[in-house]
């Protein structure tokens, strides 16, 4: 299977970085490819909303979304990891969701959806926060579930640790590295 990540976060060894390499561990001892975008680390310019997209259902601007773009296509599973800033995923996060309009005005304008592929396509969301409230990840959910419907992803799991703040925090959560291992044991399958 193909397996692509997309790492939202701007701190390098910080607690989405850890949590998510955890993920991906089982991936790899199952023999599955899986590429990690650090997304802190690209050169992705903002959508100009310049309608291009909404006639062709490309995007005219010539960035890393080329590659992005075409990894999406052909991904089998999607991996989202963002710690969670003022409610939602980190800008970083967000540039590149918001330059996947391109495919939603390919599958809703065109009538052009993504082939699910021989393994199907699955997503897996993790998200970490130091607020540890009732709703407090609902935003970032709700964007990352509109980006894997768009991407044509019918089903993901989204894991939430709360009160996870200060870098390397997710070390002293008590499931969270077990967790994330298990989310992924279970997306490669």
Not at 107 to 124: M, T
Request: charged share 25%; hydrophobic share 40%.
């Amino acid at each position: 299977m193909r397996i692509i990540a997309f790492n939202g976060s701007p701190c390098p060894g910080g607690n989405i970085e850890i949590l998510l390499e955890r993920a991906i561990i089982p991936l790899r001892e199952a023999g599955h490819t899986v590429r990690v975008f650090n997304l802190n680390d690209i050169h992705i310019k903002p959508c100009q909303d310049c309608g291009n997209c909404a006639r062709t259902g490309v995007c005219q601007h010539e960035d890393a979304m080329l590659d992005i773009s075409a990894k999406i296509r052909e991904a089998d599973r999607i991996i989202l990891a963002s710690p969670i800033y003022f409610s939602s995923v980190t800008s970083q996060m967000k540039l590149m969701i918001d330059r996947c309009q391109a495919f939603w005005c390919e599958k809703y304008l065109l009538k052009k959806e993504i082939p699910a592929g021989p393994h199907g396509r699955k997503g897996l969301l993790l998200l970490v926060g130091g607020q540890n409230t009732r709703g407090s990840s609902t935003c970032a959910e709700e964007t990352a579930t509109a980006f894997f419907r768009t991407v044509s992803v019918p089903e993901h799991t989204t894991l939430f640790f709360g009160g996870v703040d200060a870098r390397r925090d997710i070390l002293k959560h008590p499931t969270a590295l077990q967790d994330a291992a298990d989310a992924g044991k279970r997306l490669g399958t």
